[in-house]
């Protein structure tokens, strides 16, 4: 069964960077979309970004010049990290999967998630 | 962009009685690429429905999905007490490339 974990600070001050990283198991990293999503508290869901294993990124523009998306295929791992972070940035962060397609995009949904975890920022 | 509006904001049904969600998109989205998720409190989403119609691994055929275009519609047939929760569409291709409708909370009357 495949899983993915997240872990990281719970916390986080404000203009500082949020790190986060999923831990993929039980499925190599290679092969498909790895994203992250996001949820405010009472809120819905916001797309931040994907990478393919290959290293090939693509991030929701209203985000993209805090967000960095990075591999580690040799720990199995991606990582999200946002820089100038503000209480706006407050959220539960889900990493999810998207599956490539034989044309090698990606299939457009996502079938497996982690459970999430809260970031926080505040002072 | 593509804008997901979900109606209804609130449904309140009973079990047994039949859910129709309602997820109008701003602009054409091709039907290989809307799904469906349920979340319930406390929980990450659970993939229902991809392709517009089908069912992902696990879910109970009285879940269904249909549409095209810019409008898109999740069918519970016959809501069992697990079923109340909130529930997101999700188009896919248009910047950002991924997004997600409001949502529809589906709860007990």
């Known amino acids: 069964q495949v899983q993915l974990q997240e872990s990281g600070p719970g916390l986080v001050k ?4 949020l790190s986060l990283t999923c831990t993929v198991s039980d499925v190599s ?14 809120k819905g869901l916001e797309w931040i970004a ?9 991030y929701n523009p209203s985000l993209k010049s805090r967000v960095t998306i990075s591999v580690d295929t040799s720990k199995n ?17 889900y990493c999810a999967r998207d599956n490539p397609t034989p044309r090698g995009t990606p299939a457009s949904y996502f079938d497996y998630w982690g459970q999430g975890t809260l970031v926080t920022v505040s002072s | 962009e593509i804008v997901l509006t979900q109606s209804p904001g609130t449904l309140s049904l009973s079990p047994g009685e039949r859910a129709t969600l309602s997820c109008r998109a701003s ?3 091709s039907s290989s690429y809307l799904a ?34 810019t409008d898109f519609t999740l069918t519970i047939s016959r809501l069992e007490p697990e079923d109340f929760a909130v529930y997101y ?10 997004s997600f409708g409001q949502g529809t909370k589906l709860e007990i009357k």
């Open chain 1, 29 to 42: 990293i290679s092969r498909f979309y790895w994203s992250w999503i996001r949820q405010p508290p009472g």
């Open chain 1, 77 to 93: 791992q991606f990582s999200l990290k946002l820089s100038s972070v503000t209480a706006a940035d407050t959220a539960v962060y």
């Open chain 2, 36 to 69: 469906w998720y349920q979340q319930k409190p406390g929980q990450a989403p659970r993939l229902l429905i991809y392709g517009a119609s089908s069912r992902a691994t696990g879910i109970p055929d009285r879940f269904s999905g249909s549409g095209s275009g």
């Open chain 1, 14 to 17: 404000p203009s500082e960077t």
């Open chain 2, 27 to 29: 602009q054409t989205v």
């Open chain 2, 89 to 98: 569409c999700q188009q896919y291709g248009s910047s950002p490339v991924y």
């Open chain 1, 50 to 58: 994907y990478i393919y294993y290959s290293g090939s990124t693509n």
